[in-house]
C-alpha cells in the first residue's frame, strides 16, 4: 500500500484517530511519519497539528470546491491569512468573519457573546480603579521589602475602597 501522504514510498505505519465516535486510519511512509516526529520535537505544533489534521481528513479540505474569500472592509484582512496567523486585523473583522468565528468562539468559550470586564463609565470609576492598582502595586513592593506593617495598612485602604464601590 502507498503512503497515503507523499503518494509515493511503501505505507509501514499506520495513525489512527479518534474524532468523536468515527475512527479515521491513515497509512504513511517513514518519511512521512518521521517528518511528523520531527515538527513534535522540535516543537512546531502548528505543523504537527496540520500534518495530523491532513492525516485525518486525507486531504479532503485539497479536494473540495474553492470558497470564495472574505475580506475585511476596514483592514483587508483575508479569512484565509486569518485562518493562517490566527489573529484577526481591526475589530470590524469580528463582523466580517461572524459566520465562521461563532463556531470557534462557542467551542473555545463555551459562548459567542463577551463576559468579561466591563469599561468603566464614569470617570470617578476609573480614578477608583486606578487607586486601587496604585495601592496594590504598594502593597506588593511592601511585602517584598518586608514592610509587613505598611502592606498591612495599604491592605486595609484596598478593602475601604472596595467596600465603597460596592455601596
Known amino acids: 500500500m502507498l503512503c497515503e501522504e507523499c503518494r509515493q514510498k511503501e505505507a509501514t505505519y499506520t495513525i489512527s484517530v479518534l474524532v468523536g465516535d468515527e475512527v479515521t486510519t491513515r497509512h504513511l511512509c517513514a518519511d512521512c511519519m518521521a517528518k511528523m516526529n ?10 504537527l497539528l496540520s500534518s495530523i489534521l491532513t492525516a485525518i481528513t486525507g486531504g479532503a479540505e485539497e479536494k473540495t470546491a474553492p470558497v470564495p474569500e472574505i475580506v475585511c472592509p476596514r483592514c483587508q484582512m483575508t479569512l484565509s491569512r486569518f485562518n493562517k496567523t490566527g489573529r484577526l486585523g481591526c475589530p470590524k473583522c469580528y463582523e466580517a468573519f461572524r459566520e465562521q468565528l461563532q463556531p470557534m468562539l462557542l467551542r473555545i468559550h463555551g459562548r459567542v457573546t463577551h463576559a468579561g470586564r466591563k469599561p468603566l463609565d464614569t470617570q ?7 487607586r486601587q492598582e496604585e495601592l496594590t502595586r504598594q502593597m506588593e513592593a511592601a511585602v517584598a521589602r518586608e514592610d509587613f506593617e505598611t502592606a498591612a495598612l495599604l491592605r486595609d485602604q484596598l478593602r475601604q475602597l472596595a467596600r465603597e464601590e460596592d455601596d
Open 124 to 130: 470617578e470609576a476609573q480614578q477608583l480603579r486606578t
Open 38 to 47: 520531527m515538527d513534535l520535537q522540535n516543537g512546531d505544533i502548528k505543523t
